[in-house]
């Protein structure tokens, strides 16, 4: 497993696997993804921008997330207990449904984790939708806290922060 910083090389692949993963999704009953929302330019985005980090088994992308400073304007109601002045997010955490259950989201946490620690950064933040419990046990599984719940355009989303 390799864990590194993505570069515009990566896109077709994260384009591939975030369609794979919608999809999957959609048949487990998760209305959390779509096709406005991760959409082409923001993963592209998210590359270009250096935010994005990806897990390979091999040459294969099997998993993929952001982190970065943008905060949705809907987490200043929540209760936040750490990191009030440095803090990072997590977005749009994702492995290809084939390489579950493989470690692959615990070991993509900690990698970023990492770096944001030796970067200064004091918490993460992250969300996920109300429906999807995997994520939600993911989260927790690795020392993320619930602070409560915002409304986006698909709904209520959970959101965890840890500190570092």
Known sequence: ????????????????????????????????????????????????????????????????????ADEPKEYAALSWEWGMDNHLMIHRLCIHPLK??????????????KWAAETGCKAIRLDTHMTNKVAQYTFEKNGYAFRGTVEFRKGTFFCYEKEL
């Not at 696997?17 to 985005?45: A, C, H």
């Open 100 to 113: 579950r259950q493989n470690g692959y989201s615990q070991a993509l946490l900690a990698a970023v984790e």
């Open 1 to 68: 497993m390799d864990i590194r910083p993505l570069g515009a090389d990566s896109t077709n692949a994260v384009l591939h696997l975030f369609n794979t993963v919608i999809r999957d999704m959609k048949q487990k009953g998760i209305d959390q993804w779509d096709d406005i929302y991760p959409s082409k330019e923001l993963l592209k985005n998210d590359i270009l921008a250096g935010s994005a980090w990806g897990c390979f088994e091999g040459e294969t992308l099997a998993g993929y997330l952001a982190i970065d």
